[in-house]
């Protein structure tokens, strides 16, 4: 890959490079798991580790990576949280293997010559996005969070960047949409929902955020929804609000733009 030549550098971990604003996340990244673990039933974490555990056994889980990319000013007037904060997020292909359609960061598996989570999360994130990497400064990284039924041990990636540049979709087969949405589209208690899928039941819903071009709900939707709750940044919102995924899904693109009644 060339990506990799002369990308050492760019994989190092610098907590300090985060701009105040986003410290109050960054300082307190290993709180994070156990903010996403408070969300899940404890019927599903007790599946989840079963999972993990057949899949240690058999050899099965595989290494993988995604990145956390929050971007935005380095200084905010309130001190707080900057109204233009974006996160930057992705759709996955309709057609893929796992996790098709579904909401991601962008990321994936590790390839043999990665060296290490920063590097596999930078990598993959130039490989579906186009983004320019030395824009970004990886931050920390968040504990190693196991996902079934893929069998990847993945670890999220906090990286910052004042300014990334364009980022877009560079193989349609693998990526349907690429998009920096606003944090505040996250912490809008009016985009926030309880998703459960058909096959299980809703004591087995999660946190979902609908958007106004995607679903962004399991894995991904948990880590942002404990992030926000590490951070600070959550409002209260509605639990009770719980829809059966193909009807959530329904309803993306019915409402307004990410920017109405954000605040």
């Not at 390839?111 to 999360?121: E, N, Q, R």
């Not at 733009?257 to 954000?262: D, I, L, M, V």
Request: glycine share 8%; with cysteine; proline share 8%.
């Amino acid at each position: 890959m060339s990506w990799g030549s002369g990308a050492d550098g760019l994989t190092r971990l610098n907590p300090q490079a985060a701009p105040p604003w986003l410290k109050p996340l960054t300082d307190n990244c290993r709180d994070v798991k156990q903010a996403y673990r408070r969300r899940v039933p404890p019927e599903v974490l007790a599946l989840v580790t079963a999972a993990n555990t057949k899949a240690a056994i058999t050899g099965e889980k595989r290494d993988a990576a995604v990145l956390v990319l929050f971007s935005g000013p380095a200084d905010s007037p309130s001190g707080g949280l900057p109204d233009d904060a974006d996160l930057l997020v992705t759709v996955r292909a309709s057609t893929l293997r796992h996790h098709a359609g579904q909401a991601a960061f962008p990321g994936g598996a590790a390839d043999p010559g990665d060296d290490g989570p920063v590097f596999t999360a930078l990598r993959e994130a130039n490989e579906e996005t186009g983004i320019d990497t030395s824009r970004l400064h990886p931050l920390c990284t968040l504990e190693r969070m196991f996902i079934p039924p893929s069998g990847f041990h993945v670890v999220p990636v906090l990286a910052y960047s004042q300014d990334p540049g364009p980022v877009s979709v560079v193989d349609e087969s693998e990526t349907a949409i690429v998009a920096r949405i606003p944090v505040r589209a996250f912490i809008n208690p009016e985009n926030r929902i309880m998703v459960y899928r058909k096959e299980n039941t809703r004591r087995f819903a999660g946190p979902a955020f609908l958007l106004n071009e995607m679903l962004v709900w399991g894995f991904t939707g948990q880590v942002i929804s404990a992030m926000l709750d590490v951070a600070g940044w959550a409002k209260p919102w509605n639990t009770d609000d719980v829809h059966e995924l193909d009807d959530a899904i329904t309803l993306v693109g019915h409402e307004g733009s990410y920017g109405e009644a954000q605040q």
